[in-house]
């Protein structure tokens, strides 16, 4: 778990400001992910990428912006935050596609005001 | 698109006491059943998973089934412990994106009392 991190831990934004969170694994794994964590909707995919430069959207990609210049790094951007992105946010990274065991970040909590 | 149901929302159990969680998938081709605990304030974890060529897997304590005809699988877990308080999310890969992604169950809360 230590492989894959996130930064920051807490963020507090107000709306319409851009934010960018970050994703960084030391695994060397292809395929990275985005969810966001809510009450009641469980672990929902935002941006997913096989690999370096390849990436296509997840469930509610609305209002976010990925990119993945290296393997490693899987930044993912709100361009004018909301409140309704409010939520927690974890990254996570597995070695084949989604038939494989996908390891988690330690998540990102957002509060935008 | 896929979409998975899991039940029921909260469980709660006493020591010792058998837990049963149940998720149903929409995707028919689907063929990857993993289940993850999230601890209190932690990340996620892979505790178990099952492929569509197996009906049942067992790891000690927890045990999963799957029925692909009626597209429902369970978790099941024997001789609970405090310890196995957590969220449970059960997840399903569908065939869209070829098999790229895991669509998520919204998750069900155990508490195991003493």
């Known amino acids: 778990d230590a492989g894959i991190t996130q930064s920051p831990r807490y963020k507090i934004t107000e709306t319409g400001r851009q934010v960018t969170l970050m994703c960084h694994q030391t695994?060397?794994?292809?395929?990275m992910f985005w969810y966001r964590q809510d009450l009641g909707h469980g672990l929902r995919l935002i941006y997913y990428?096989?690999?370096?430069?390849?990436?296509d959207k997840g469930e509610v990609p609305d209002g976010y912006v990925v990119s993945r210049s290296k393997t490693e790094n899987f930044p993912l951007t709100l361009e004018s935050a909301t409140r309704s992105q409010t939520s927690v946010y974890f990254c996570?990274?597995?070695?084949?596609?989604?038939?494989?065991?996908?390891?988690f970040g330690p998540g990102t909590r957002l509060t935008v005001l | 698109g896929e979409n998975v149901e899991q039940h029921p929302s909260t469980l709660s159990v006493q020591e010792g006491d058998s837990a049963v969680i149940k998720c149903t998938y929409s995707?028919?081709?689907?063929?990857?059943f993993p289940w993850y605990k999230q601890e209190l304030g932690k990340r996620p974890q892979l505790i178990i998973d099952?492929?569509?060529?197996?009906g049942e897997k067992k790891d000690q304590r927890i045990a999963v089934t799957l029925n692909k005809t009626a597209k429902h699988f369970s978790l099941h877990i024997t001789e609970t412990q405090p310890e196995d308080s957590a969220v449970y999310f059960c997840?399903?890969?569908?065939?869209?994106?070829?098999?790229?992604?895991?669509?998520f169950g919204a998750g069900t809360r155990l508490a195991v009392h003493p």
């Open positions: 990428s096989a690999a370096a430069d390849i990436t």
């Open positions: 695994w060397s794994h292809s395929y």
């Open positions: 997840a399903a890969s569908p065939l869209s994106g070829g098999y790229n992604k895991l669509i």
């Open positions: 995707d028919s081709a689907s063929n990857y």
């Open positions: 099952i492929r569509s060529n197996v």
């Open positions: 996570a990274s597995s070695e084949l596609a989604g038939r494989d065991t996908q390891y």
